[in-house]
């Protein structure tokens, strides 16, 4: 697609073209290009790229008490997207800015997702993804929530793979029954 051969291309000028003139870019230039980035690139499921141009909003500097709303969005997303691909949700990098502290304040309902995917049903799962659907929806992030739910699935399946894979038949058979 014509965005992907645009995010795919490296970045050589800092200068845009306003109203007939260059000038430079600003912090909003860059973090919204870096946001949009991320959403083509989870639309288009490449979640790697999407959580490195998701970590990019968020390594922006910024004063420690300003907060972005495209920080916000991107640090929600950045969770779900984490959340689909590893079933778990990876380490910020270091540089990532000291504002992320305020921004989590902001994304309360999405650590609410990330504590019960580690949880032994998808009720607890079914139950926060009901209790937080207003504050999806006005987020636009119901869709990546939903997906949340499937990968919880393909997370326990490996996760219980895991664990037989380790058990002596012995064990199996005992538990089995």
Do not use: M, W
């Not at 500097?61 to 079933?87: M, W």
């Not at 209790?131 to 939903?146: E, I, P, S």
């Amino acid at each position: 697609s014509f965005a992907l051969s645009l995010l795919d291309e490296p970045i050589f000028s800092l200068l845009v073209e306003r109203h007939g003139k260059q000038q430079q870019l600003v912090a909003l230039d860059v973090l919204t290009y870096y946001y949009y980035g991320g959403l083509v690139y989870t639309g288009l499921k490449q979640y790697d790229n999407a959580l490195q141009f998701f970590s990019c909003v968020l390594s922006v500097p910024t004063q420690e008490s300003a907060v972005s709303a495209v920080a916000v969005a991107a640090y929600q997303r950045f969770l779900l997207v984490s959340l689909i691909k590893y079933g778990e949700v990876v380490p910020l990098p270091k540089y990532t800015v000291g504002a992320v502290r305020h921004i989590k304040a902001l994304s309360v309902p999405y650590h609410y997702i990330v504590n019960s995917f580690s949880a032994p049903t998808v009720a607890a799962l079914d139950q926060v993804l009901d209790r937080h659907k207003n504050a999806l929806h006005d987020h636009r992030t119901t869709g990546l929530a939903r997906q949340c739910r499937t990968a919880y699935f393909s997370r326990q399946i490996r996760l219980l793979t895991k664990t037989f894979l380790t058990l002596p038949l012995a064990d199996i058979a005992v538990r089995i029954g």
